[in-house]
């Protein structure tokens, strides 16, 4: 039985597939020859999150006609073209191919772009979850970097179908409970610099004290000798008319 070929850069092609496609994990599992696990933990963001996505369309690896046809019928797998992928040197395309597929995947960057908006205080992990994106596809879409930017407008994901009510609504309490116990350990560490300020304060002011106590004391021990002496001076003074 012949070895099944697998596509160059098989995660980066994974990692592709998953932003900007709306196929099975199924169906990218048995292209890039990993497991779906794998491929849920990429949509996650837990696996390879620092690897840069490769189009299988640019270097000529898959069709858009291709991933339609399987995009319309989960039970259909991706044929690779092994002409091209293993028979010719890859070349870059000269430009970058934009390919919007028409399923609910392709809403997913329209509710990135909600949560971005209209909940800034989510972080990029709960983001994640929520929409089963990439830490590289926010990315794109903050720094206004992704190919379809033009065209990705803010849409409540739950219309989307892209979660729940129920898990927007933890996800926001979730996000103002951080942001609150944020708030609450700023106040209590600026609290305990002022309270360090104030005993810093304190033993200035006691130190200073004790230093002007001490100049008194010698002061005054110093006017009690001067007076001593004065005192004897006069008295040996008075001896010496007597005689």
């Known amino acids: 039985m012949t070895e099944k070929k697998l596509p160059l850069m098989r995660r980066a092609t994974a990692v592709w ?19 779906e696990l794998e491929i849920q933990g990429i949509a996650d963001g837990d696996v390879n999150s620092g690897i840069t996505p490769q189009s299988p369309i640019d270097n000529h690896q898959l069709t858009r006609e291709m991933i339609k046809a399987c995009e319309n019928n ?3 797998f991706l044929e690779l073209n092994e002409s091209i992928a293993y ?3 890859v070349k870059k395309s000269k430009k970058k191919a934009k390919y919007i597929p028409i399923a609910r995947r392709s809403d997913k960057p329209d509710g990135i772009a909600y949560f971005l908006k209209y909940h800034p205080e989510i972080d990029e992990k709960r983001i994640k979850k929520l929409v089963g994106t990439t830490a590289s ?3 794109s879409i903050k720094n206004r970097a992704h190919w379809n930017i033009k ?3 803010p849409r409540d994901p739950v219309l989307l179908g ?6 927007l609504n933890n996800a926001i309490k979730e996000a103002k409970e951080t942001e609150e116990k944020r708030i609450r350990d700023l106040e209590k560490e600026r609290e305990k610099i002022e309270k360090e300020k104030e005993k810093e304060k304190k033993e200035k002011a006691k130190k200073r004290e004790i230093k002007a ?3 008194k004391k010698a002061e005054t021990k ?6 001593a002496k004065a005192q004897k001076k006069v008295s040996v003074e008075n001896e010496i008319e007597e005689k």
């Open 162 to 167: 892209l979660c729940t009510q129920e898990q």
């Open 151 to 153: 065209d990705i407008k």
């Open 17 to 35: 597939l998953v932003d900007n496609t709306a196929l099975t994990f199924e169906q990218i599992a048995d292209f890039c020859g990993l497991h």
């Open 137 to 139: 596809m926010i990315k």
């Open 87 to 89: 028979d010719v040197e």
């Open 222 to 227: 110093e006017k009690l000798e001067n007076k």
């Open 213 to 215: 106590k001490a100049k």
């Open 74 to 76: 989960p039970d259909r």
